[in-house]
């Protein structure tokens, strides 16, 4: 059985790094799978202002590159690949990847989520071209020019924000009657001379020849569409974590976002999950290294309990 993991971490961003720093600190032997990069979406991240520690703010991939330095100098092994099933009825559960087949005393789920799409004409043809959900990313590409950003919550505000230092213009496009993004961000975005709202509005088309030129818009209340000239439009219309493999197998809400108790433990014995994929997460970064730190400590309670049973 020496090729059986005490524990093996399923997403490689600070919620599973950090899992993987106290796992290996508690003597654990440890695999952490990444079916690409580690850091998942802080890596967008031009600055982060309220990560515990930095109170001038650090910039996503050096907080990343920091925590993953950490967790290895403990002893942190990586894997990279997807798990696509899992047979979590036995001891050792198997995890099913591409190619092979790792067995493990212990999961912690951290796999995230991704953004979700508009589903409206162009936003797959301007992908690229005028369409982004990453504004530091592609930011640059849309100097001096009219962008829209498209959401209330603090992922639109911020980037939105963050455009305003290149773009002319930057409007942003809400459902709803009123943001929801922190209050912080909220009033820096309402002191911003560059920043217009479109309340109660949303987006029907994206539209141009080579690159994104307009959107379509629709007023909810009044029901009448217009055209607005834009250059780019940055999407942060909502999450989804990133749990589709393993349905069926672990309990989830309606969502898709893993069931757990206070101590990131589904009610599979040796199962847990942590960070943005689980249930009434805050999905904020602190709270997700919290998250994996929680699932850690369970699992070697798990492990010490399920020992002495043995």
């Given at each position: 059985?020496?090729n059986?993991h005490?524990?093996?971490i399923?997403g490689?961003?600070?919620t599973?790094?950090?899992?993987?720093?106290?796992?290996?600190?508690?003597?654990?032997?440890?695999?952490?799978i990444?079916?690409?990069?580690?850091g998942?979406?802080?890596l967008?991240?031009?600055?982060?202002?309220?990560?515990?520690?930095?109170?001038?703010?650090?910039?996503?991939p050096?907080l990343?590159?920091?925590?993953?330095?950490?967790?290895?100098?403990?002893?942190?092994?990586?894997?990279?690949?997807?798990?696509?099933?899992?047979?979590v009825q036995?001891?050792?559960?198997?995890?099913?990847?591409?190619?092979?087949e790792?067995?493990?005393?212990?999961i912690?789920?951290?796999?995230?989520?991704?953004?979700?799409?508009?589903?409206?004409?162009?936003?797959?043809?301007?992908?690229?071209r005028?369409?982004?959900n990453?504004?530091?990313?592609d930011?640059?590409?849309?100097?001096?020019?009219e962008?829209l950003?498209?959401?209330?919550?603090?992922?639109?505000i911020?980037?939105?924000?963050?455009?305003?230092?290149?773009?002319?213009?930057?409007?942003?496009?809400?459902?709803?009657?009123?943001?929801?993004?922190?209050r912080?961000?909220?009033?820096?975005?309402?002191?911003?001379?560059?920043m217009?709202?479109?309340?109660?509005?949303?987006?029907?088309?994206?539209?141009?020849?080579?690159?994104?030129?307009?959107?379509?818009?629709?007023?909810?209340?009044?029901?009448q569409?217009?055209?607005?000239?834009?250059a780019?439009?940055?999407?942060?219309?909502?999450y989804?974590?990133?749990?589709l493999?393993?349905?069926?197998?672990?309990?989830?809400?309606?969502?898709g976002h893993?069931?757990?108790d206070?101590?990131m433990?589904?009610?599979?014995?040796?199962v847990?999950?942590?960070?943005?994929?689980?249930?009434?997460s805050?999905?904020q970064l602190?709270?997700?290294a919290?998250?994996?730190?929680t699932a850690?400590l369970?699992?070697?309670?798990?492990?010490?309990?399920?020992?002495?049973s043995?």
């Open positions: 059985m020496s059986v005490d524990v093996v399923l490689g961003g600070t599973g790094l950090s899992a993987g720093m106290y796992s290996v600190r508690a003597g654990l032997n440890t695999l952490l990444e079916q690409s990069g580690f998942g979406q802080i967008n991240a031009d600055i982060i202002e309220n990560f515990p520690g930095f109170p001038q703010g650090i910039a996503g050096d990343v590159m920091a925590i993953q330095e950490q967790a290895s100098n403990f002893g942190l092994e990586y894997a990279f690949g997807q798990v696509q099933a899992l047979n036995k001891q050792p559960m198997i995890l099913q990847t591409e190619s092979d790792i067995l493990a005393r212990s912690i789920i951290c796999v995230g989520g991704e953004r979700n799409r508009l589903g409206v004409p162009g936003e797959e043809e301007f992908e690229g005028g369409v982004s990453c504004a530091t990313c930011g640059y590409f849309f100097a001096d020019q962008v950003v498209v959401g209330g919550g603090d992922s639109a911020d980037e939105g924000l963050y455009l305003t230092q290149i773009c002319s213009k930057v409007t942003v496009i809400h459902r709803r009657n009123q943001l929801r993004a922190s912080v961000l909220q009033e820096r975005a309402f002191q911003n001379s560059k217009d709202f479109r309340y109660d509005s949303v987006v029907e088309s994206i539209d141009g020849r080579d690159a994104v030129t307009s959107i379509g818009l629709r007023n909810l209340k009044t029901d569409s217009e055209e607005i000239a834009a780019g439009i940055f999407i942060y219309a909502g989804h974590p990133n749990t493999p393993f349905q069926g197998t672990i309990p989830m809400d309606d969502g893993i069931k757990v206070l101590n433990a589904t009610e599979i014995p040796g847990f999950a942590a960070g943005d994929c689980r249930w009434h805050a999905r602190a709270t997700g919290g998250d994996g730190v850690a369970s699992a070697y309670t798990f492990l010490e309990r399920l020992d002495q043995a």
